[in-house]
């Protein structure tokens, strides 16, 4: 997966695969990568990868922009992923939507069918989307503004003594070890 990662997503789809059945397709900058996993399990797999609590995430921006379902992704500040609908699913538990990085979309166009649209990703490919082009420039919006509270967001950075850790050779006391223990009630009272 970090291979992938590395190469820099595109789109995560997922497709129908002759003899191979439900997958995923991956577009990256360089090329297209199938993985014979459900778009559910990569989609897991990259959030274990970016340690995203997808939950919590779904949770906290389904609220903030009050979607019940598929809220975009925000793997990191400049990897936000929004969902389209990518297929018409053929099976029970086969997932329909895939998710688009909305820093690789270039241009969005309706089709001759009202309920289709296209989506122009910035190396020139091409995706078709079963959602018109309206639906697929609310979910971009929403991304932006999921965009916007990760720009201005101040999270805040651990700072230590550096003698703390020069002195890891010594014997931890039972004051030391108080007051360890103390921290961490003072901690616990606060969440």
């Known amino acids: 997966m970090k291979r992938i990662i590395e190469k820099g997503i595109q789109a995560i789809l997922p497709v129908y695969v002759k003899d191979r ?14 993985l014979d996993k459900t ?10 990868y970016y340690h995203l609590d997808l939950k919590a995430s779904n949770e906290t921006y389904g609220k903030l922009l009050s979607i019940k379902k598929y809220p975009p992704i925000p793997f990191t500040y400049n990897q936000i992923f929004i969902p389209i609908k990518a297929r018409i699913p053929i099976g029970k538990h086969d997932g329909a939507y895939g998710y688009v990085n909305i820093n690789s979309i270039e241009n969005i166009s309706q089709t001759k069918s009202k309920d289709h ?17 309206t639906t697929v420039l609310k979910s971009i919006s929403k991304g932006e503004v999921i965009k916007k509270i990760l720009a201005n967001q101040n999270t805040p950075m651990i700072h230590e003594e550096e003698n703390l850790y020069l002195a890891e050779e010594k014997v931890a006391t039972k004051k030391d070890i108080a007051m360890v223990y103390k921290e961490i009630m003072r901690i616990k009272s606060i969440l």
């Not at 778009?39 to 274990?48: D, E, F, R, S, V």
């Open 21 to 34: 059945g439900n997958c995923t397709v991956i577009y990256t900058k360089e090329d297209e990568v199938i």
């Open 117 to 133: 649209s296209l989506l122009y990703l910035s190396d020139k490919r091409t995706i078709e989307v079963y959602s018109k082009d």
């Open 39 to 48: 778009i559910k399990t990569t989609i897991l797999n990259l959030c274990k």
